[in-house]
C-alpha cells in the first residue's frame, strides 16, 4: 500500500493468503482434500466456488474480506494498493475487485466523475 507519495510501499503484507487471514493454503485440509471457509470480525473466507476437492484448482474462486476497522489506513492525498500476482509456477492472472470509503465532515468541491468500463480496461 502505498499512502500519498510514498515512494516505497507504507505498508507491505507478504501475500494475499496473509492479508485475507487464510495463511497455509486458506485452510486446504489434507486429510479432508478440500478448501475451509472461515470467518472472523475482519477476516474471512465466506464463500468458494468451483471444484474444491483438488488443491491449487485453477478455476475456484474464493469470496474473501478483509475490513481495516481495528487497523484503520490513514493518508492525506493519495493511497493506492497493489498485489503481486505470483504463483508457484510463475505469474497468475486473477481478477480482484474493492471497494473503499471515506468520511468527510466538511463541504467540498464536486468529485471528479468516475470513469467508464472502457476506461477502466484500459489501466
Request: with cysteine; aromatic share 20%; charged share 20%.
Amino acid at each position: 500500500m502505498y499512502l500519498d507519495d510514498d515512494p516505497y510501499p507504507s505498508i507491505h503484507y507478504t501475500g494475499t493468503e496473509d492479508y485475507f487471514g487464510g495463511s497455509y493454503g486458506f485452510g486446504n485440509d489434507i486429510i479432508i482434500k478440500s478448501y475451509q471457509t472461515f470467518s472472523g470480525l475482519y477476516t474471512g473466507m465466506y464463500a468458494i466456488y468451483g471444484d474444491n476437492r483438488e488443491f491449487y484448482n485453477g478455476q475456484q474462486r474464493f469470496l474473501l474480506y478483509h475490513f481495516h476497522i481495528a487497523d484503520p489506513i490513514r493518508f492525506e492525498n493519495k493511497f493506492r494498493m497493489t498485489l503481486d500476482n505470483m504463483g508457484w509456477t510463475g505469474p497468475r492472472y486473477d481478477d480482484y475487485t474493492s471497494v473503499a470509503y471515506w468520511y468527510q465532515t466538511l463541504p467540498s468541491a464536486p468529485l471528479m466523475p468516475l470513469p467508464t468500463d472502457a476506461e477502466m480496461c484500459m489501466r
